[in-house]
């Protein structure tokens, strides 16, 4: 299984991003897919994360301004960013968890990570 971020860029504050990730390979079903962001000198931290059933969770940083949402049929979660901030900019990740059958009745779970894609914000 792969995830091949896209979308970052150099943008003024106050502007706007989407940020696309899609999920490859082999696989059963997806079930939470998700982004996450690490700024430099600083750990990565979840930003936004959608369950397979549409449910969402925010970090408290982002509510009201980003938007996460997911198409199912071409395993691919969205971030949409509005009214970025300088203190947006970071690496942002995205982040699948998923099933893939195997033989003999084998079930496995799998976590996978995209290659990052830059935001940078400038004020």
């Known amino acids: 299984v792969q995830l091949q971020a896209s979308g970052g860029g150099l943008v003024q504050a106050g502007g706007s991003l989407r940020l696309s990730c899609a999920a490859s390979?082999?696989?059963?079903?997806?079930?939470?897919m998700g982004w996450y962001r690490q700024a430099p000198g600083k750990q990565r931290e979840l930003v936004a994360e959608?369950?397979?059933?549409?449910?969402?969770n925010y970090a408290d940083s982002v509510k009201g301004r980003f938007t996460i949402s997911r198409d199912n049929a071409k395993n691919t979660v969205y971030l949409r960013m509005n009214s970025l901030k300088p203190e947006d900019t970071a690496v942002y990740y995205c982040?699948?968890?998923?099933?893939?059958?195997?033989?003999?009745?084998?079930?496995?779970?799998?976590?996978?990570w995209g290659q990052g894609t830059q935001v940078t914000v400038s004020s």
């Open positions: 959608v369950t397979s059933g549409g449910t969402t």
């Open positions: 390979g082999s696989i059963s079903r997806i079930t939470d």
């Open positions: 982040n699948a968890m998923g099933e893939t059958a195997q033989p003999m009745g084998v079930i496995e779970v799998w976590k996978h």
